[in-house]
């Protein structure tokens, strides 16, 4: 502006200066101005050949390929225009050839227009750096524009340098820029992210997905302030220099040769003033004022001359202001304060228009005296003057970052990027510009806040320890969490060597030299377990993770995450021993049973030992834990377990399967005697008496004993042999044991059929019930009688129970079977009943009934009640053995069939372990003498005074008695002579079918 007025106060003393003619001419210049300027002949402005000239003739429009997002080189504007300094250049060009350069900009991204540029769509490029792979398919002009590849990079990640220092990181750069191919060439560790656009590009590094930024320091920097992007900062240079140039179409030399002469014609006023137009430097004007006033003197005397550089003065002018115009409406549009002030006083000599919108001060309180050192904060103000100070006698050019009170007195943040002005080496005066950078600091606030929340929070986590340590492994920070792992406190561990304080020995040289290719070699230490030193000198087993961070000064900062595995550990050995072994006896479980068993079958079929496996059951186990209590069964366990240890050698395994079940691996034998010993061993301490608290239990084993390889060579028939051997030894009378034999393994298949063909009997109805009588000794009557179920088996014809009765219990096939007798049973009396006869039906139900749950007792009271029978009609007989149990479920059971009126019946008395007790506990209404006491019954036999204080027993209980198998007039005549109630057996009649029954004993009830 400044050399603007001068230059127009020279021109008006010259034009005063001037004759009369000179103002004539003036009177007649708007008629010129306002007239059609035909352009001149363009072969006058540049020495064209005629080639050259004829093809720009055939050629009067040119396609131009141009990157539409290149700001501020060359972009479209919002309103579709093409713009930007290379924009201004093409101007200028269109101007010197006389032809129409129409940009093509129907391409999505500058990677499209470099393919279209391969195809020769286009005529010419408007702005690229050559490079060898383009040097293929276009001819370059001399470079026009000129500007430096840059490092750009979030400001947190400091200060970067150079190029290698981004080895191995992640780099964006917009796709088709030539850095692409210079760091493909130079730095191929460097990894490339190819973005569609600049600004693409400059958003993945704010947003963290890329490391930095490679590109153009001008278009960058335009990009950055147009996007609001505050958290980059340049970080860094390259060698690589942007030469811009323009490509022709390698089939049109021609256009090579007309393009080259064009740029060479365009004068260092045009460049300055493109240069003026986007940077907003000082522009000198198209005619400097000492030319122009040697001009108009030669005008005042040739009127043609003056006429001619009267009209150029009037264009300069419109041009001048234009670009002032523009000037001015780019530094309004910006956040950039411009400024230029006294070097001594630091009062403004000039601020820009925007000051006033930006910080509310008018331009003329910025050029009071004083106004910016008033205007400095308080607490500011002396530090800022006392570096301004420095910097200007340093003739440095500065930035630096302060508070200032606004117009409203709020406080704000601007950064100041001030430049000291030299005169004959002396500072004449400083312009610079405020950037108002308050959002930014308080995002930086912000950072720094959530930065010391962070380390509170890390300070406060009990179970995560951290260390920081610098790159000669010196610990900088220490955590509370590390000082409770390790047993170091703060002040003991910073400052000490990682390697020297809680890492061990032998784990010194590798974390040393692991440390070291981190850092010299970007390989990150992976994260993993690992046992490290504690203070007191165990080891600490801990889950360590590392990162790498870059400290404010720029040095390698490595932190450390450790979380304790010690419980983990805890928990992992607590979980295995779990799996391995019984929780109860801490003897091997099933499973680590049976990996056991495995590898000493292998170790025999290398050696060619035989193995023995022993199945063992404690007898009378059940009767102690329900008569005791569960707590004394465990602990019966527990003892029992002792002894078994006690028993074998160190080598071998006693293993708890559940329950009361054990087995035992003696391995390596050579000697079978060492079975022999075991086993009895093994019954020799079972049988000693338990002290379990204040009582003592008595059991026994039963044991059963199979030879691998000899029996078997699977685990699962080794055990199911040692099974039958064990099942062997119980039917001997338990307390025993019993090798496995190949007619054990034949009476189990036996066994194994019979289930199969018990599963199918029920649903295809082959069963079937036989009565007996039960005789009345008072006078002979017949009210009773045992219905007894039979197997009609199609391939064995009439099957026992005895034969059967015991799978189905083992089966629990019984509950069903059971169900079914009742069911039918009823049935009968009902009919029976119809036909005017009175008879109650027993029926014998299993332990096994009791105890299931799918046994409904309720379901047979309902039955009863269907068939209007009610409970005296049926009487229950049960084993000597249930009563023992004594169970709750039991004894429930029990109170509902006397609740309802059924009666209950003890069979096979005499023969188990009945206890007088039970028989006064439970409502007992017949005790049955069992066969065995009656079958050698005589006046001089033991079995007589058995039998006869067994009824005098039950007399006193108030018990009836029934005698079963009886099958001599003499036996009965004994029985009756003893008070015996009932009888039973051959002599009256076998068990028959329900018709042969009626047929036998009333004739009345045989079916019409």
Not at 323 to 332: A, P
Not at 397 to 402: H, K, L, M, S
Not at 671 to 691: C, H, S, Y
């Amino acid at each position: 502006m400044l050399k603007y007025t001068i230059a127009r106060q020279q021109l008006v003393k010259a034009v005063i200066f001037l004759s009369v003619t000179f103002i004539f001419l003036f009177l007649i210049i708007p008629s010129v101005v306002s007239a059609d300027h035909k352009p001149e002949d363009r072969s006058l402005l540049i020495d064209f050949t005629v080639e050259e000239q004829r093809w720009l003739d055939q050629h009067p429009v040119l396609k131009m390929g141009i990157d539409k997002g290149f700001e501020p080189y060359e972009w479209i504007d919002e309103q579709g225009i093409y713009t930007g300094i290379t924009a201004d250049y093409i101007a200028l060009l269109e101007q010197r050839l006389q032809v129409k350069i129409e940009p093509v900009t129907n391409k999505k991204s500058w990677g499209d227009v470099l393919k279209g540029a391969r195809s020769g769509e286009f005529d010419l490029m408007s702005c690229l750096v050559e490079t060898q792979e383009r040097k293929n398919y276009l001819l370059f002009t001399e470079p026009y524009l000129s500007s430096v590849a840059v490092i750009i990079s979030e400001q947190s990640k400091g200060y970067i340098g150079t190029l290698d220092k981004l080895r191995g990181k992640t780099v964006a750069i917009h796709k088709g820029h030539y850095t692409n191919e210079l760091l493909k060439r130079d730095f191929p560790e460097i990894t490339i992210a190819n973005t569609t656009s600049l600004a693409a590009a400059l958003k993945m590094v704010a947003e963290g997905e890329a490391v930095a930024f490679v590109g153009d320091a001008t278009a960058a920097s335009h990009m950055m302030k147009k996007l609001g992007i505050l958290n980059l900062s340049f970080s860094g240079h390259t060698p690589y220099k942007s030469e811009f140039r323009i490509g022709v179409y390698n089939q049109h030399p021609e256009l090579a040769s007309i393009i080259k002469k064009a740029l060479l014609s365009i004068t260092k006023e045009e460049r300055n003033a493109i240069y003026e137009h986007w940077r907003g430097l000082d522009v000198p004007l198209g005619i400097q004022p000492a030319e122009l006033i040697k001009y108009l003197l030669i005008i005042a005397i040739i009127v043609a001359v003056i006429l001619y550089w009267a009209l150029r003065l009037r264009r300069s002018e419109k041009a001048h202001r234009l670009s002032e115009l523009r000037f001015r409406n780019l530094v309004d549009a910006t956040d950039g304060i411009v400024w230029e002030s006294d070097v001594d006083s630091k009062c403004f000599t000039y601020v820009s228009d925007n000051a006033e919108r930006l910080l509310g001060y008018s331009t003329q309180e910025w050029l009071a005296e004083d106004f910016w050192i008033q205007h400095i904060h308080p607490d500011d103000r002396e530090w800022v003057i006392l570096h301004c100070q420095e910097q200007i006698l340093n003739q440095d050019d500065f930035v630096f970052e302060y508070r200032f009170i606004n117009k409203h007195g709020a406080t704000v943040w601007l950064r100041d990027m001030v430049s000291v002005v030299l005169s004959e080496g002396k500072p004449a005066c400083l312009r610079g510009m405020f950037l108002e950078i308050t959002e930014h600091k308080m995002a930086e606030l912000l950072i720094r806040e959530s930065e010391y929340r962070f380390r509170e929070l890390i300070e406060s986590l009990p179970a995560i320890a951290v260390q920081g340590y610098d790159e000669e492994r010196r610990i900088i920070y220490w955590n509370d969490a590390s000082a409770q792992l390790y047993g170091y406190s703060g002040q003991e561990a910073i400052g000490q060597k990682l390697e020297t304080l809680f890492i061990p020995p032998e784990m010194s040289e590798q974390v040393i030299k692991e440390h070291y290719n981190w850092l010299h070699h970007d390989q990150p230490i992976p994260a993993a377990e690992m046992e490290l030193m504690h203070k007191s000198g165990h080891r600490v087993p801990v889950f360590s993770s590392h990162v790498m961070l870059l400290s404010a000064s720029g040095s390698k900062e490595m932190y450390c995450i450790d979380i304790s595995l010690a419980e983990q550990k805890k928990a992992h050995r607590e979980l295995n021993q779990m799996a391995h072994f019984d929780p109860l006896t801490q003897l091997p479980n099933r499973r680590t049973f049976y990996d056991r068993l495995s590898l000493q079958m292998k170790k025999s079929q290398r050696d060619g030992d035989k193995i023995a496996v022993m199945l063992l059951d404690l007898d009378h186990f059940k009767e102690v834990n329900d008569t005791l209590g569960h707590d004394h069964g465990d602990l019966l366990l527990k003892l029992a377990s002792e002894r078994l240890k006690r028993c074998v050698r160190e080598t071998d395994t006693v293993a708890r399967l559940g329950g009361d079940e054990f087995t035992i691996i003696l391995g390596d034998l050579t000697d079978f005697t060492v079975i022999e010993r075991v086993a009895q061993k093994i019954l020799k301490l079972m049988g000693e008496p338990f002290n379990l608290n204040q009582d003592k239990a008595y059991i026994s084993a039963s044991i059963g004993i199979t030879i691998y390889p000899d029996d078997a060579d699977t685990i699962e028939t080794l055990l199911k042999n040692a099974d039958q051997a064990m099942y062997a030894a119980k039917s001997q009378g338990r307390n025993n044991y019993h090798y496995f034999t190949p007619v054990m393994e034949m009476a189990a298949q036996k066994r194994r059929l019979l289930v199969n063909d018990l599963r199918i009997a029920l649903a295809e109805q082959q069963f079937c019930l036989y009565y007996q009588p039960i005789i009345d000794f008072s006078d002979g009557s017949l009210h009773k009688v045992e219905a007894l179920i039979r197997w009609n088996h199609p391939g064995h014809g009439l099957v026992s129970p005895k034969d059967f009765i015991l799978a189905a219990e083992d089966t629990g096939m019984i509950v069903d079977i059971g169900n079914w007798v009742f069911s039918e049973a009823i049935q009968q009396v009902a009919k029976w009943k119809a036909n005017g006869q009175s008879i109650q039906v027993s029926i014998n139900t299993s332990p096994v009934q009791f105890r299931s749950d799918d046994c409904d007792q309720d379901n047979w009271f309902a039955q009863l009640a269907a068939m209007r029978l009610d409970g005296s009609s049926v009487a229950v007989e049960i084993t000597e053995g249930l009563l023992m149990e004594a169970s709750t479920q039991v004894r429930d059971k029990l109170l509902g069939f006397r609740d309802a009126g059924v009666e209950v019946s003890l069979d096979d008395f005499g023969t188990g372990y009945s206890s007088l007790s039970y028989l006064k506990q439970f409502d007992i209404d017949y005790l049955k003498i069992d066969q065995s006491f009656v079958r050698n019954l005589d006046p001089s036999s033991s079995d007589l005074a058995l039998c006869e204080a067994i009824i005098v027993m039950a007399h006193k209980l108030g018990i009836k008695v029934i005698a079963e198998g009886v099958e001599t007039e003499q036996q009965k005549q004994l029985l009756i002579e003893a008070g015996c109630d009932f009888g039973q057996g051959y002599l009256f009649s076998k068990p028959v079918p329900a018709a042969r029954f009626e047929q036998l004993f009333n004739p009345t009830l045989v079916n019409e």
